[in-house]
């Protein structure tokens, strides 16, 4: 096998123009009126305006790059443009044969590729001219980039070029040609952290086919600093992905004073698209390190090796020094904490924990906080949470988050519609209709209301019930939770005050089949409990019987999860007494019951309104009702039934990634196969525990009840789970009207792995507990 050439020490091609202007005729079919050469490190590049008023960029490559480096880099702009149109790099123009490339013999005698592709428009700019948000722009087209390239591979992708940052260590060979002993030795440091801290940990990160040359030199900008174009896939090969971060951050970034604050901005914009994983965040530093230290070296070895094209070699050398002064002068360690931080989208600095405690306290003194001694946090992703120390938690709590924390789709989509546009809804625009299609598409029910959170929806939902029954009556159950507004509390007997108890709303036993007055051992159970239905209504009198509101779960009366004949029984009732049927989804919605997407569905039933809120953008506010159009008929038209924020576009960019996630990602299924998984644990957790009385529960949303022997609820031993759990870094809850039943809804994306230490630290808390 022939030995690969260094494409670094090979000498870069010299054609006239004259046999460059016969090559284009002869090969390309193109007739050049003038030829404009481009700066270049190893190929020869020029600018052609053809006769017939085109403009086209003309590659000669170095002969060290073979065939197959060629095509890789065409199959990998074909990739591009097939996956992500929008990015603008260049489309290769085919030879007169329709290939690719053509062969040359040079006038060396060496054969040589050409290549014709299209001219980009645009100008090279210097970062000293950038804004802020020209960097995070620049940031986040690393990352397109990256994602564009994630799916491509090649067999010559294994191309071995110093420019690789996973090859830094060969450096060293090289640097007797850095005649300054004060900057060899600087990089002899840089070299020497990157052999003991990065080096081993390489082959563990993701990796994939990178462009690796994300520069200011082939990245162009318009006029409004806005990326327009993309060029130079030389140094294209396969390494870690982070990597691709770190070369975007020293090259784009070194000769400016803020370098180091700039690269915050660089490196938010790439997350805002592409999260990194904690280890390759906290590389990242040594990686620009690596990257500035190849650019000292390598300037200083290939200047002198062609001295003609020294400038060009050499112009970026003055900027990566600076860069490492500034990175030596602050600590490598600070400057690896403040990117990891920026990875993460965090501050630079966290407030002590006392601290922002007792500021709080202060400023928000009707805030409530979980746990005796509160969880402060800082990021999360997927199903973790983290504090300031770097502590993760296992978030098993959590339905806000329903597709992960930090979800990158979700990020990207409002990351990206937060740039584009951000208004209300009073304005035409694709995505509340797309998401309002979306939604109904799912659902017996065809129209939609955007809003901002659960208890907007359900606050709407009652104004329509009662103007659709000329009513003002309504039926919940025994401990409820519907929402906050003047309206829902009344609706959310969980919240009430002692003693309280609106004039209008009547309440009905939740169904509790293991400690209620109707058990799951006896025959027709659930629809004994619908039965109660009957009775409330008649108890609202005078007001009238206007709506049901069920969470099919019945999440804050204890996780109850009745058979479907409960809400089959509740629905025939709540007709026949000519009431509306509202499903409020804003706990156990969006897929956690792993049967659908819609907790009401097993039932078979046909709400009359459906409510969603909570983890309908993933964090992001935004919540729907969708109701029935001959009830919202009932409501005037001069009626607005508006709301400044309530769809939006973020928010619903939002909500369409968040149901994308779900359908792409199979998280329904996931929630079903986990939760089964999860549940079976847990049963077994009782057979060793007396303490559980009871497990119960869909998909991930499961209920672990405490209990004495007599049944008794044991909420003191419950609240005691919890915080030792919290300590031992998982994070749950209590519910139910006497606080004793184990909250566990976690992230749709919880795993198996997740699920055992879930297990496994519950039942030595169970152990340990008393």
């Known amino acids: 096998m022939a030995q690969r050439l260094d494409p670094l020490a090979t000498t870069p091609p010299a054609f006239d123009p004259e046999a460059i202007a016969r090559i284009l005729r002869d090969r390309f079919g193109v007739e050049a009126s003038t030829l404009a050469p481009l700066a270049g490190e190893r190929d020869q590049n020029l600018r052609v305006d053809t006769a017939d008023g085109r403009r086209l960029l003309f590659k000669i490559s170095n002969p060290a790059d073979g065939l197959s480096i060629v095509e890789m880099q065409a199959a990998a702009l074909r990739h591009i443009e097939r996956v992500d149109p929008g990015l603008p790099v260049m489309r290769v123009l085919p030879d007169i044969v329709g290939e690719s490339w053509a062969e040359v013999r040079g006038p060396d005698g060496r054969n040589y590729p050409?290549?014709?592709?299209?001219?980009?428009?645009?100008?090279?700019t210097a970062n000293t001219s950038l804004t802020t948000q020209a960097i995070w722009s620049l940031g986040q087209t690393t990352a397109r980039l990256g994602r564009a390239l994630r799916g491509f591979f090649h067999p010559a992708a294994d191309y071995e070029i110093l420019w690789d940052l996973t090859h830094a260590a060969k450096l060293r060979v090289l640097l007797n040609h850095v005649s300054d002993a004060a900057r060899r030795s600087q990089v002899e440091r840089v070299l020497d952290r990157f052999e003991a801290r990065v080096e081993p940990v390489l082959p563990t990160l993701r990796a994939q086919v990178i462009h690796a040359d994300?520069?200011?030199?082939?990245?162009?900008?318009d006029d409004d600093l806005r990326v327009s174009g993309i060029v130079d896939f030389g140094d294209m090969t396969h390494a870690p992905l982070v990597c691709d971060l770190a070369v975007s951050v020293a090259d784009m970034l070194h000769g400016r004073d803020d370098a180091i604050d700039?690269?915050?901005?660089?490196?938010?914009g790439y997350v805002s698209v592409t999260l990194l994983e904690d280890e390759e965040a906290g590389l990242l530093a040594?990686?620009?390190?690596?990257?500035?230290?190849?650019?000292?070296?390598?300037?200083?070895?290939?200047?002198?090796?062609?001295?003609?094209?020294?400038?060009?070699?050499?112009?970026?050398e003055p900027g990566?020094?600076?860069?490492?002064?500034?990175?030596?002068?602050?600590?490598?360690?600070?400057?690896?904490?403040?990117?990891?931080?920026?990875?993460?989208?965090?501050?630079?600095?966290?407030?002590?924990?006392?601290?922002?405690?007792?500021?709080?306290?202060?400023?928000?003194?009707?805030?409530p906080l979980f746990y005796q001694h509160p969880v402060h946090l800082v990021r999360g992703e997927g199903v973790w949470l983290f504090g300031p120390d770097d502590r993760r938690y296992l978030d098993c709590y959590n339905n806000v988050p329903v597709v992960g924390h930090g979800h990158p789709r979700v990020v990207r989509a409002v990351a990206e519609q937060q740039r584009l546009l951000a208004t209300h809804s009073r304005y035409l625009h694709e995505a509340i209709v797309e998401l309002a299609e979306r939604l109904k598409a799912t659902l017996p029910l065809d129209a939609v209301l955007v809003v901002n959170s659960g208890s907007e929806a359900n606050d709407l939902a009652w104004r329509i019930a009662r103007a659709a029954t000329g009513r003002a009556g309504a039926v919940v159950s025994a401990y409820a939770y519907h929402g906050l507004t003047e309206a829902t509390h009344a609706l959310s007997p969980e919240d009430w005050a002692k003693g309280e108890l609106p004039a209008h709303v009547a309440t009905v036993p939740a169904p509790d089949g293991y400690r209620g007055p109707y058990r799951r051992d006896t025959g027709g159970w659930a629809e004994r409990y619908a039965a109660h239905i009957d009775g409330a209504a008649q108890a609202l009198g005078g007001h009238g019987f206007a709506a049901i509101y069920v969470d099919p779960a019945f999440t804050a009366d204890g996780i109850l999860v009745p058979p479907p004949a409960y809400l089959a029984q509740a629905a025939r009732r709540t007709r026949a007494l000519g009431g509306v049927l509202i499903a409020d989804e804003v706990q156990a919605g969006h897929g956690r019951y792993g049967t659908g997407?819609?907790?009401?569905?097993?039932?078979?039933?046909?709400?009359?309104?459906?409510?969603?809120?909570?983890?309908?953008?993933?964090?992001?506010?935004?919540?729907?009702?969708?109701?029935?159009?001959?009830?919202?008929?009932?409501?005037?038209?001069?009626?607005?039934?508006?709301?400044?924020?309530?769809?939006?576009?973020?928010?619903?960019?939002?909500?369409?990634?968040?149901?994308?996630?779900?359908?792409?990602?199979?998280?329904?299924?996931?929630?079903?196969?986990?939760?089964?998984?999860?549940?079976?644990?847990?049963?077994?957790?009782?057979?060793?525990?007396?303490?559980?009385?009871?497990v119960r529960g869909e998909g991930l949303l499961l209920g672990v009840e405490l209990a004495d022997?007599?049944?008794?609820?044991?909420?003191?031993?419950?609240?005691?789970?919890?915080?030792?759990?919290?300590?031992?870094?998982?994070?749950?809850?209590?519910?139910?009207?006497?606080?004793?039943?184990?909250?566990?809804?976690?992230?749709?994306?919880?795993q198996r792995e997740h699920a055992d230490l879930l297990l496994q630290t519950l039942g030595d808390v169970l152990a340990t507990t008393g």
């Not at 190849?294 to 090796?305: D, I, K, N, R, S």
């Not at 300590?727 to 039943?741: D, H, K």
């Open 114 to 124: 050409v290549r014709l592709f299209t001219f980009l428009p645009g100008r090279v």
């Open 214 to 221: 994300m520069s200011l030199d082939n990245v162009l900008l």
């Open 262 to 268: 700039a690269a915050e901005a660089l490196i938010g």
């Open 286 to 316: 040594d990686l620009v390190a690596a990257r500035l230290a190849t650019e000292v070296t390598v300037a200083a070895w290939h200047g002198g090796l062609y001295p003609d094209n020294a400038a060009y070699i050499t112009s970026s």
């Open 320 to 367: 990566a020094r600076a860069f490492l002064d500034a990175i030596e002068a602050m600590g490598f360690d600070a400057v690896t904490r403040r990117f990891r931080d920026a990875c993460r989208g965090l501050p630079y600095r966290h407030s002590d924990t006392g601290a922002l405690l007792e500021r709080r306290r202060r400023a928000l003194p009707r805030s």
């Open 597 to 694: 997407l819609w907790s009401f569905q097993p039932s078979g039933i046909e709400p009359d309104m459906v409510a969603m809120g909570k983890p309908m953008g993933n964090g992001f506010p935004v919540a729907a009702l969708v109701v029935r159009s001959q009830l919202l008929a009932a409501v005037p038209e001069e009626v607005e039934l508006f709301s400044t924020f309530g769809g939006n576009p973020v928010a619903c960019a939002a909500a369409l990634a968040v149901l994308a996630v779900i359908e792409d990602e199979g998280l329904v299924a996931n929630a079903a196969e986990i939760g089964s998984y999860l549940r079976q644990g847990l049963e077994a957790l009782a057979g060793r525990h007396p303490v559980i009385g009871d």
């Open 709 to 750: 022997g007599d049944r008794a609820p044991a909420a003191g031993r419950a609240g005691r789970v919890t915080e030792a759990m919290r300590e031992r870094g998982i994070l749950i809850s209590t519910t139910g009207p006497a606080g004793n039943v184990l909250k566990i809804r976690p992230p749709l994306v919880f």
